[in-house]
């Protein structure tokens, strides 16, 4: 049998009010523990020049315990093409 113990997911987002929301959103889901998450601002620069910036959100999601595993968890991600 195997289990899925944790998972560390990063998105990009273009504001703070969002990348807030969306851990705020994390925080009240269900089946996981939100066991950390940081919000780091992101510049592109080029030439001394920011070209482009946005918000790193990590998210580290627990699913049940190493030592003792409890619940067996299938994971599906989903893509959205922006094109």
């Not at 482009?52 to 315990?65: G, H, I, P, R």
């Amino acid at each position: 049998m195997k289990y899925l113990i944790t998972t560390t997911e990063i998105y990009r987002f273009s504001s703070e009010d969002e990348a807030t929301n969306f851990i705020e959103e994390a925080k009240k889901e269900s089946g996981y523990i939100l066991t950390k998450h940081t919000v780091e601002y992101k510049e592109k620069k080029q030439k001394g020049e920011v070209i482009d910036f946005y918000w790193k959100v990590t998210l580290v999601k627990s699913f049940t315990s190493e030592k003792e595993p409890e619940n067996s968890i299938n994971i599906k991600y989903e893509m959205e093409s922006a094109f």
